[in-house]
């Protein structure tokens, strides 16, 4: 499963139109080289979206040279001359939140017109991924020449960051504000996403990526004669070595009370687990150098490693010391429900007899009635999944998922009320920034007479500036924060956001569900429904 992640690529290719190629017509996937038909021509790919910015009607590589030539820079072998950004989507985006190759492309115009200010871009989607996956993304290539003086961005740290005839730089902060902004650009399109600030489960690096494409092509292609012949191959699918590492480290832990028998368990297969400076590494039988927490994702670094271990030895002693008398209480099934259930998702019975008042057919109703007959089964599933043992017990767990789901919805509202205060002041005191050399120079100006002339020669920045600190006054700011402290301050509520969104997704279809459940049970049972109540949902 692949969630919104952005990526970042430079390029010192002098050839501006190598990039429109890549884009217009198709690669190979592992070799990156065009893929020509018999007449040895470029195939073009079947769809995509494409439009530039800011090239005055210009094809894009011959408005990049341009630039180059006029402000006379990129003109060296070592001068990276473009940046490509891709922004990929969740490949469930499209059936479940309506994203399409054209809202996506829209999307990508929008968020580089507003990050990539001055610079002349190519914006390209593909309506999708390697091997058929199906995530939509979307390609952002611009000249690392800036061509217009533009406003100072809360990723920018130096005054040429702003500047025509600057280059644009892609700093560790820059990178990690861009994916702030695909994070929140998510939230509020309503698609899904994943924090993309704080590290990831699994670090799958391209090197690996690839290495396991590769592996799973050659691995089909040696398995296609036996399959052929109907013969079942043993395996079918390829796993690089990092990713059975990963899988071992991982039964381990499902058993584990302690590290010292976490330790053992991997001994056994093979697996030395090392800790060193509070991190750990794991050293495989076929290497001489150990793979580092890091190179494999944030669940297998030591503080994750340790806090289940710790949540593995507290369930032990939670059961040996349970009263298996105790029924368990309702909020324990809602935990219980937030383990992955292979139940497929239920849906309401079907009143067939107010249907057929309405002059549904005989046709309808011998589908209406294989129809209740499946969901009546997946019903009763989940209500003994639950541990439910009254409908009464289930109204109640009713309620409480409703209260957590609206619990959830008033903080997450709290939160983006917060995180608009902030950018706003962001907004404000980078504006404040940019005047600083106009308002220098005023306190240079000996005479009120030159103060004066020089205000109006200046007078669009001291407007600018003059907002701002009416802006200051009128929320009682008397000492301005760093841009650096402000902008991390936004990244962790940007995080936070994402994991209480997250969070209320989840609980809103667990309320669903089991609000499915209840009316089908009600329906089953022939009993008279309650009022029902108004579902409350977050606006984003």
Same mark, same amino acid.
């Given at each position: 499963?692949?969630?919104?992640?952005? /990526?970042?690529?430079?390029?010192?290719?002098?050839?501006?139109?190598?990039?429109?190629?890549?884009?217009?017509?198709?690669?190979?996937?592992?070799?990156?080289?065009?893929?020509?038909?018999?007449?040895?021509?470029?195939?073009?790919?079947?769809?995509?979206?494409?439009?530039?910015?800011?090239?005055?009607?210009?094809?894009?590589?011959?408005?990049?040279?341009?630039?180059?030539?006029?402000?006379?820079?990129?003109?060296?072998?070592?001068?990276? /001359?473009?940046?490509?950004?891709?922004?990929?989507?969740?490949?469930?985006?499209?059936?479940?939140?309506?994203?399409?190759?054209?809202?996506?492309?829209?999307?990508?115009?929008?968020?580089?017109?507003?990050?990539?200010?001055?610079?002349?871009?190519?914006?390209?989607?593909?309506?999708?991924?390697?091997?058929?996956?199906?995530?939509?993304?979307?390609?952002?290539?611009?000249? =690392?020449?800036?061509?217009?003086?533009?406003?100072?961005?809360? $990723?920018?740290?130096?005054?040429?960051?702003?500047?025509?005839?600057?280059?644009?730089?892609?700093?560790?902060?820059?990178?990690?504000?861009?994916?702030?902004?695909?994070?929140?650009?998510?939230?509020?399109?309503?698609?899904?996403?994943?924090?993309?600030?704080?590290?990831?489960?699994?670090?799958?690096?391209?090197?690996?990526?690839?290495?396991?494409?590769? %592996?799973?092509?050659?691995?089909?292609?040696?398995?296609?004669?036996?399959?052929? %012949?109907?013969?079942?191959?043993?395996?079918?699918?390829?796993?690089?070595?990092?990713?059975?590492?990963?899988?071992?480290?991982?039964?381990?832990?499902?058993?584990?009370?302690?590290?010292?028998?976490?330790?053992?368990?991997?001994?056994?297969?093979?697996?030395?687990?090392?800790? =060193?400076?509070?991190?750990?590494?794991?050293?495989?039988?076929?290497?001489?150098?150990?793979?580092?927490?890091?190179?494999? %994702?944030?669940?297998?670094?030591?503080?994750?490693?340790?806090?289940?271990?710790?949540?593995?030895?507290?369930?032990?002693?939670?059961?040996?010391?349970?009263?298996?008398?105790?029924?368990?209480?309702?909020?324990?099934?809602?935990?219980?429900?937030?383990?992955?259930?292979?139940?497929?998702?239920?849906?309401?019975?079907?009143?067939?007899?107010? /249907?057929?008042?309405?002059?549904?057919?005989?046709?309808?109703?011998?589908?209406?009635?294989?129809?209740?007959?499946?969901?009546?089964?997946?019903?009763?599933?989940?209500?003994?999944?639950? &541990?439910?043992?009254?409908?009464?017990?289930?109204?109640?767990?009713?309620?409480?998922?409703?209260?957590?789901?609206?619990?959830?919805? &008033?903080?997450?509202?709290?939160?983006?009320?917060?995180?608009?205060?902030? /950018?706003?002041?962001?907004?404000?005191?980078?504006?404040?920034?940019?005047?600083?050399?106009?308002?220098?120079?005023?306190?240079?100006?000996?005479?009120?007479?030159?103060?004066?002339?020089?205000?109006?020669?200046?007078?669009?920045?001291?407007?600018?500036?003059?907002?701002?600190?009416?802006?200051?006054?009128?929320?009682?700011?008397?000492?301005?924060?760093?841009?650096?402290?402000?902008?991390?301050?936004?990244?962790?509520?940007?995080?936070?956001?994402?994991?209480? $969104?997250?969070?209320?997704?989840?609980?809103?279809?667990?309320?669903?569900?089991?609000?499915?459940?209840?009316?089908?049970?009600?329906?089953?049972?022939?009993?008279?429904?309650?009022?029902?109540?108004?579902?409350? =949902?977050?606006?984003?």
């Amino acid at each position: 499963m692949r969630l919104a992640t952005l /990526k970042h690529i430079n390029s010192k290719n002098a050839d501006y139109g190598a990039a429109e190629q890549y884009l217009l017509f198709e690669h190979d996937e592992f070799t990156m080289k065009p893929v020509l038909d018999e007449t040895g021509r470029l195939i073009p790919r079947e769809d995509y979206r494409l439009s530039t910015l800011n090239c005055g009607g210009e094809d894009f590589a011959v408005a990049c040279m341009r630039a180059n030539l006029r402000y006379e820079k990129n003109q060296r072998r070592e001068d990276v /001359k473009s940046h490509h950004y891709i922004i990929s989507f969740d490949p469930r985006d499209g059936p479940d939140n309506g994203l399409t190759a054209d809202r996506a492309q829209a999307l990508g115009e929008k968020f580089c017109a507003e990050h990539f200010p001055g610079h002349q871009a190519l914006v390209c989607t593909h309506p999708d991924g390697h091997n058929h996956s199906g995530n939509i993304h979307v390609h952002i290539v611009i000249n =690392s020449l800036r061509i217009e003086e533009v406003p100072f961005l809360p $990723y920018m740290d130096r005054p040429a960051d702003t500047k025509a005839g600057c280059k644009h730089r892609c700093t560790d902060a820059a990178l990690r504000y861009f994916k702030s902004e695909v994070m929140e650009m998510c939230h509020r399109e309503g698609l899904y996403q994943i924090d993309l600030l704080n590290g990831s489960k699994n670090r799958v690096t391209d090197r690996e990526y690839w290495a396991q494409k590769k %592996g799973q092509a050659a691995l089909d292609k040696q398995n296609a004669p036996m399959i052929a %012949g109907g013969i079942t191959p043993r395996q079918t699918k390829f796993e690089t070595n990092k990713e059975k590492l990963r899988q071992t480290i991982r039964e381990a832990l499902a058993t584990a009370a302690s590290f010292d028998e976490f330790s053992s368990l991997l001994l056994r297969e093979g697996v030395a687990v090392k800790e =060193s400076r509070g991190r750990l590494s794991y050293l495989t039988p076929d290497r001489t150098k150990p793979i580092t927490a890091r190179k494999l %994702g944030d669940d297998f670094d030591r503080a994750a490693v340790l806090a289940v271990l710790e949540q593995n030895a507290a369930r032990a002693a939670e059961k040996a010391a349970a009263i298996s008398s105790t029924p368990p209480s309702i909020q324990d099934q809602l935990r219980a429900d937030r383990v992955a259930r292979t139940t497929p998702n239920v849906q309401r019975l079907v009143d067939i007899e107010q /249907k057929k008042a309405e002059g549904k057919g005989r046709g309808y109703e011998r589908w209406a009635t294989m129809h209740n007959l499946k969901q009546m089964a997946a019903t009763l599933n989940v209500y003994q999944e639950y &541990g439910f043992t009254s409908p009464e017990q289930l109204e109640a767990a009713v309620d409480t998922a409703y209260e957590e789901m609206r619990q959830t919805s &008033g903080e997450l509202k709290t939160l983006e009320t917060k995180l608009q205060g902030k /950018k706003e002041l962001q907004q404000q005191v980078l504006a404040y920034a940019k005047t600083k050399p106009a308002r220098d120079g005023l306190k240079a100006q000996k005479s009120p007479k030159a103060r004066e002339a020089y205000r109006q020669a200046h007078e669009s920045d001291f407007i600018i500036a003059d907002a701002a600190a009416r802006y200051f006054r009128e929320h009682g700011i008397t000492k301005l924060p760093a841009r650096k402290v402000l902008q991390d301050e936004i990244e962790q509520l940007v995080s936070k956001k994402s994991s209480l $969104y997250n969070t209320y997704h989840e609980q809103k279809q667990r309320y669903t569900e089991l609000q499915t459940v209840k009316r089908n049970i009600d329906q089953i049972l022939r009993r008279s429904e309650p009022h029902r109540r108004k579902e409350q =949902s977050h606006e984003r």
